[in-house]
């Protein structure tokens, strides 16, 4: 067809070279891996002794087993929970506004941006600060914990998502929109201590796992959704309804954890 998401005719005669590109610079981060990786000699590998300052197998045994502070859900236990769900919901509602930043920021700002280039630097500038944000909201989650980190990320985003649709007409003010979007959603690292946090440490990496599970979810409606706005609706109702949600994602964190 004839749409298209780049409008400078250099891109546009390139795109095939920028995606060969692309893909050796992926695969020259990647495969030296394959090479360097290799198992752990036994030098390297930590001894219970080396970790317990030199005691014995036997002394460990006789140690008290420490009781884990907070909850501590078995899997099970978990499906009884309501928190679970709550977060769940709001892993959901994180995932849209995470894939409308990544995804959707060209699509967006070209109706008003006829730059390819500055879309360009939007996009790197945009995953820059959710890198960034992954760690800063990392730090505030161990200092005043999930409720208030999650409320804190959620109400910023979401007005901020909805705003997209205005700030466009502004370039650099929709590079700074997409920006601090973008580092809102780096609470997506934070998924994991928050499940420690809510649900103990007992088998996280399948706690964890379910609990991710919702972003497949997220990612469903999210395509659902775009559907509709180019059939039903406008691309303000679009980020309506991709904003809005963190407001009770929000407002869930507080009452719920």
């Not at 995606?19 to 390297?44: C, D, K, Q, S, Y």
């Not at 007005?159 to 997209?164: D, G």
């Not at 809510?198 to 609990?211: E, M, N, P, V, W």
């Not at 679009?238 to 407002?251: D, H, Q, R």
Request: glycine letters at 8%; charged letters at 15%.
């Amino acid at each position: 067809g004839s749409d298209t998401i780049f409008v400078d005719p250099d891109v546009i005669g390139n795109i095939r070279y920028i995606w060969l590109a692309w893909a050796g610079a992926v695969a020259a981060l990647f495969i030296p891996g394959v090479f360097i990786l290799r198992p752990p000699t036994p030098e390297e590998v930590c001894t219970q002794d080396d970790l317990l300052g030199g005691d014995s197998f036997e002394s460990v045994e006789l140690l008290p087993r420490t009781k884990p502070v907070g909850p501590d859900y078995s899997v099970k236990e978990l499906f009884r929970t309501p928190k679970f769900y709550v977060l769940y919901l709001i892993i959901l509602i994180l995932s849209l506004v995470l894939l409308t930043s990544t995804e959707l920021y060209k699509f967006i700002g070209i109706e008003a941006i006829n730059d390819d280039k500055f879309l360009n630097i939007v996009g790197a500038a945009g995953s820059i600060a959710n890198a960034f944000g992954r760690i800063t909201w990392g730090l505030i989650l161990d200092r005043i914990g999930t409720k208030w980190t999650f409320f804190a990320a959620f109400f910023i985003q979401g007005p901020l998502t909805i705003a997209l649709h205005y700030s466009k007409w502004a370039k650099w003010g929709y590079l700074a929109n997409i920006c601090i979007v973008s580092f809102c959603a780096g609470i997506f690292t934070c998924i994991a201590p928050a499940c420690i946090e809510l649900f103990g440490s007992r088998d996280i990496s399948l706690k964890y796992a379910l609990t991710l599970s919702a972003e497949s979810i997220g990612c469903v409606l999210f395509f659902l959704l775009q559907l509709g706005q180019e059939y039903l609706y406008d691309e303000l109702v679009f980020l309506i309804l991709m904003g809005a949600p963190s407001s009770l994602a929000a407002l869930l964190a507080v009452l719920c954890f």
